[in-house]
């Protein structure tokens, strides 16, 4: 199998532009045609020569796909669907699956929902991606093929990596995307445009809030250490109060953010009992929670909490001076709001 350019960091460019006898440079030219001109094919890198094209194509892939499917939503949320060669341990060998990504549009801004793996090992019960399993990591060419295959890829404004899997989960991929997407050499975005998203892997999140300057979303869901457990295995292995107190480490009052998501189960969560739990837990901290409506997804005992219910608990929260905010559901007519992603090609065509 070809090794794919898409992904590669500039000088790694320049090292596969000498491997086919070629000058340094090409690597640049690569850099422009794959990140800032998001070329798709060998014949639109017209700067380089023909021979030097062909020396390329035999050694190395692109690394770019177009979509197999998409569906587009009542208000206007677009759903991808690509296939993918999973990697890694636990992934089939050569076996193909699919991931989903999803744009949202709002005013004066198209928000990209990325995908980091082919399902996910973490298995929170309310959420259809882990319920379906995991099937292996992605690769950053195929997380940054979803930026450049859609059809809104030039408008793009924002990205939360906030699809199927669990990002700090694939660090290694994840962090070399986000070099490309800061990168002067690369899409040249502003740290400050992409969120990723955690339940809280401390190891790797430890590297995260490290080595890159993006914002941070903590999946959080309910304050009680024993309830989340019912709910997020994940808790057994990283308490959310272990990954509070690292996250406490860190300065969050700049240009850098941290959030916490918490979708809301109907007499579960969402009474006065668990928002006064979450503001003791996050007291303190500056930091905004976002709540979620919850998607009913089969075999899962909960419904989402009321509106009365939500309105209230954010109301609470905001008088305590924890900044707390009802998220807009979106997409759930074809499947792509929040927990909803589950990578089947039947549900985008």
């Not at 070099?179 to 401390?202: C, D, H, N, Q, Y």
């Not at 909960?302 to 939500?310: E, F, K, Q, R, T």
Request: hydrophobic residues 40%; neutral net charge.
């Amino acid at each position: 199998m070809k090794e794919k350019l898409l992904g590669m960091t500039l000088q790694e460019l320049k090292e596969a532009a000498v491997k086919c006898g070629l000058k340094p440079f090409v690597g640049t030219q690569l850099a422009d045609w794959l990140y800032a001109k998001r070329a798709g094919s060998w014949d639109r890198m017209v700067n380089i020569s023909k021979a030097g094209r062909e020396a390329l194509a035999e050694r190395y892939d692109l690394g770019v796909s177009t979509p197999v499917g998409s569906a587009v939503s009542s208000d206007g949320t677009k759903k991808y669907l690509f296939e993918v060669t999973p990697t890694g341990p636990g992934a089939p060998k050569e076996q193909q699956a699919y991931v989903e990504a999803v744009m949202i549009p709002e005013e004066d801004r198209k928000t990209l929902c990325v995908s980091s793996q082919a399902g996910c090992r973490m298995g929170c019960k309310f959420c259809m991606t882990g319920r379906n399993g995991y099937h292996g990591q992605l690769d950053a060419a195929d997380i940054l093929n979803q930026f450049l295959s859609i059809d809104e890829a030039d408008q793009l404004t924002n990205t939360v990596f906030m699809g199927m899997g669990e990002p700090l989960d694939n660090y290694d991929a994840v962090s070399r995307a986000l070099e490309v997407l800061t990168a002067p050499w690369g899409f040249a975005w502003s740290p400050k445009r992409i969120t990723v998203s955690t339940i809280g892997v401390l190891p790797a999140l430890r590297r995260y809030l490290d080595e890159q300057r993006c914002h941070l979303a903590v999946s959080l869901h309910n304050p009680f250490p024993d309830e989340r457990l019912s709910i997020m295995p994940v808790q057994k292995a990283f308490d959310i109060r272990e990954v509070l107190d690292l996250i406490r480490q860190y300065d969050f009052s700049g240009q850098r953010r941290v959030s916490f998501e918490y979708t809301m189960f109907a007499g579960f969560n969402d009474d006065k009992r668990h928002a006064d739990a979450l503001i003791r837990l996050l007291r303190g901290l500056e930091c905004r929670v976002n709540l979620i409506r919850f998607h009913r997804i089969p075999d899962f005992p909960y419904d989402c909490a009321s509106d009365a219910a939500m309105e209230a608990f954010r109301d609470r929260l905001n008088n305590h001076q924890v900044l707390c905010t009802i998220r807009s559901s979106r997409g759930e007519d074809i499947l792509a709001a929040c927990g909803m992603l589950a990578g089947q090609r039947s549900a985008a065509q």
